[in-house]
């Protein structure tokens, strides 16, 4: 018992070169204007989204708010903030220019705009940001102001549409309620 609760205090020390290396291929993954994608740096040639046969024109791994916000998260807990690292100072600076005016982000890897929006607030909470900021208001407002009548909340494929003109109600789901 002891033993495990040593090895648990330790923990950082005892994994601390795998997390170093691990951030330092994470670091390694952003893009110059901040954000990441999910597969390589630098992915923004978005002219190759006009390939005919490219899936819902979205041919390349572009960056997106959703794994930026993963990435801002791991640094935070590894104690990097904005006023001491560069990248999370990047990250941060692109996922706030992600936001939409009624604010909402776009999350690519979940169902689109309440998964983008939940994965930046946890990312800006993790680093530091008060909830009583302009922008976690916003859009704390803005989930609360499409949650259905059911209490849960719920988005469809539709989001993925082109021409998506902005979030449109669908039943709720557990993985979004929660």
């Known amino acids: 018992m002891a033993m495990e609760r040593a090895d648990r205090e330790n923990g950082t020390a005892m994994y601390g070169e795998s997390i170093a290396r691990a951030r330092k291929w994470v670091v390694g993954m952003q893009s110059s204007d901040g954000g990441w994608g999910a597969f390589e740096p630098e992915n923004t040639q978005y002219y190759l989204n006009n390939i005919p046969f490219s899936d819902h024109g979205a041919l390349l791994d572009p960056l997106t708010v959703d794994v930026s916000a993963r990435c801002l998260s791991m640094l935070a807990q590894l104690g990097e903030t904005s006023a001491n690292s560069e990248p999370a100072r990047r990250a941060f600076d692109y996922i706030v220019k992600g936001q939409k ?16 929006t939940w994965s930046a607030l946890c990312a800006l ?34 989001s993925y549409k082109l021409d998506y003109r902005g979030y449109e109600q669908a039943p709720s789901t557990s993985s979004q309620t929660a």
């Open 101 to 116: 005016r009624d604010g909402r982000w776009y999350g690519r890897w979940g169902l689109n705009y309440i998964y983008g």
């Open 125 to 158: 909470n993790a680093a530091g940001v008060p909830p009583t900021d302009p922008r976690m208001k916003r859009a704390a407002e803005w989930l609360v102001g499409i949650q259905n009548t059911d209490g849960g909340w719920g988005e469809d494929g539709e």
